[in-house]
């Protein structure tokens, strides 16, 4: 599975983003997926889940702020992220696999291996 992110970027305190998420290649089965963020010198942390039945997962400092969201096509995840703080600020990843299927409380298989998108900038300035 190829996972491509796009859509980060500069942005005020107080504004938004929106990331998108598209799976290519065999991804018959790939059915939840998520967003990860890192900073340097940390490590990658978990900010939103989604699963096939639709149920979504959120870190406590995004609640109320960020919406994950899946495409019509279901290949494709959506991060909306409103009310944007400096400490938003990472590189953030979308992921499919094991990692984030454990995180959501869903079976895995063993042989499954964990697909991670290329990062995409987000900045958040005061």
């Known amino acids: 599975v190829q996972l491509v992110e796009s859509g980060g970027g500069l942005v005020q305190a107080g504004g938004s983003l929106r990331l998108s998420c598209v799976a290519s290649g065999i991804i018959f089965g790939v059915t939840t997926m998520g967003w990860y963020r890192q900073v340097p010198g940390k490590q990658r942390e978990l900010v939103a889940g989604i699963k096939r039945d639709e149920i979504t997962l959120y870190q406590d400092s995004v609640k109320g702020r960020f919406t994950i969201s899946r495409g019509s096509a279901k290949n494709t995840v959506y991060l909306q992220m409103n009310s944007l703080k400096p400490e938003d600020t990472a590189v953030y990843y979308c992921?499919?696999?094991?990692?984030?299927?454990?995180?959501?409380?869903?079976?895995?298989?063993?042989?499954?291996?964990?697909?991670w998108g290329q990062g995409t900038q987000v900045t958040v300035s005061s």
């Open positions: 992921a499919a696999g094991p990692t984030i299927k454990r995180a959501m409380g869903v079976p895995t298989w063993p042989s499954e291996t964990d697909s």
